[in-house]
């Protein structure tokens, strides 16, 4: 049933860190390279924190050719029955699907975007009736135009989003903590981008990397450490934050969302 299948969150796919994480991709938060031992262990935090919360977890071996292989949430869109390939926008980045789709292959129907198209699913982020999908450097016309073909098919609606150039990922600047409501970082999105939006957490720009949470079952929700003004906005709203530390996945522009895949 279309909006059932994103909110129920009982089972992630997620990868360990790659051996090579120091040469992951980093252009907005990174301010050195990640140190691999610290990114694991907060990788492994992050997992705790995702199976505390009742969250069945798959791990997936790193790739070491890969240096940004824990950032799954790239490589497809899964609703319903369906899992639609991602071709990311990065050339480091399009291999890494292949093992990805190989694991969806088990449990969805497999959908490939054509070699015009560019995803990254960073840049699709489901409201509970519609996907919002950023236009971006990483996801183009194209593959915003396949990916709306395919959910108009499942009786999705999309709206595309121009991702602005002082953020990576639509999924970067803002989250769902449940349907209809959007938690979105001040100084990106424009308020008439998100119009159709009653009920919106604004948090301040300082605190951007905050605006990307994991919301569960029972009113929990994944939040990244060290962000106090969200922790509080988001307190305020009614739902329990658990914090996460992200300190050093941060360093390679990766947000919690970016770690996981549900596939139920
Ligand atoms: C990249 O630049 O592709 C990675 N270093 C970060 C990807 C983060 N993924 C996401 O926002 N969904």
């Known amino acids: 049933m279309p909006g059932v299948f994103d909110r129920t969150r ?4 997620v990868r360990d860190i790659s051996s090579n994480f120091n040469k992951a991709l980093s252009t907005f938060f990174g301010e050195r390279e990640p140190i691999v031992d610290i990114a694991k262990m907060q990788h492994k935090g992050y997992v ?11 791990i997936l071996e790193e790739l070491s050719g890969h ?8 490589t497809a869109i899964i609703f319903d029955d369906v899992a639609v390939i991602c071709r990311p ?3 480091s980045r399009v291999n890494e699907v292949h093992t990805i789709s190989e694991r969806l292959r088990e449990d969805f129907e497999i959908k490939f975007l054509s070699p015009d198209a560019k995803m990254d699913g960073g840049d699709v982020v489901f409201t509970g009736n519609e996907f919002l999908i950023g236009r971006s450097t990483r996801t183009n016309d194209n593959g915003i135009n396949e990916l709306s073909e395919i959910a108009s098919k499942y009786g999705y609606s ?8 002082s953020t990576l990922h639509l999924t970067t600047v ?5 349907n209809g409501m959007l938690i979105v970082a001040e ?23 905050a605006s990307n ?17 969200t922790k509080q906005k988001i307190e305020d709203a009614g739902f329990e934050p658990i914090l996460v530390e992200m300190s050093e996945i941060m360093q390679a522009d990766g947000s919690l969302t970016c770690c996981s895949l549900f596939i139920e």
Do not use: M
């Open 10 to 13: 009982k089972k992630a796919l």
């Open 48 to 58: 705790d924190a995702l199976q505390s919360c009742g969250v069945e977890v798959e």
């Open 67 to 74: 240096p940004d292989c824990c950032f799954v949430e790239d």
């Open 89 to 91: 926008g990065h050339p």
């Open 158 to 165: 999309t709206q595309v989003i121009d991702v602005p150039n």
């Open 174 to 178: 803002c989250s769902v903590p449940r």
């Open 187 to 209: 100084g990106h999105l424009k308020p008439e981008q998100i119009s159709g939006f009653q009920d919106v957490i604004w948090i301040p720009n300082n605190e951007t990397y």
């Open 213 to 229: 949470t994991i919301a569960l079952e029972n009113g929990k929700i994944l939040v990244s450490a060290g962000f106090p003004i």
